[in-house]
């Protein structure tokens, strides 16, 4: 069991050829008190900011998600539907189901996302191209081990 009272945000990792988003950043946060005693080892929470113009590519995961817009007003794509969404609002993403999200707006939106899992599977469907893969196809889908990638 933790607190967790301050974090920094990071920048996308620019690497990803199919996530490139340079001007928005992110933290990934787990229960870092493993082997201490209790501890949570089944929640991911992504606290994110996403830069005026940038997008999260239309993507699945596996497994369900929840995100709750702290600022902003994003444009949600949940399958076939785009809705523009003010902040306060909840988005359940049940697994497998095609989501996205867009800022077209001039300031950021910040949202956090949370999972039931420190094992989060991704499978894009569309791509924000890294420079020099624009011809390329979305990647094969692949797991982030949140808790490998932070160390923690």
Known sequence: MAIISTFDYLPFDEGDPDDYRPRSH???????????????????????EIAPGDRIPLHTHPINEL???????????????????????????PAGTPHGTRNPSTSPVRLQAMFPSELIGIQYL???????????APQPAFTIDVRRLTGA
């Open 26 to 48: 992110w933290v990934l946060l787990v229960d870092p008190d493993v082997g201490a005693g209790p501890h949570v080892d089944d929640i991911t929470l992504i606290v994110e």
């Open 126 to 136: 569309e791509r924000n191209p890294a420079p020099g893969t624009e011809s390329d």
């Open 67 to 93: 995100i709750v817009i702290l600022e902003g007003n994003p444009e949600v794509t949940l399958g076939d539907d785009t809705h523009e969404v003010d902040p306060g609002a909840v988005v359940f993403i």
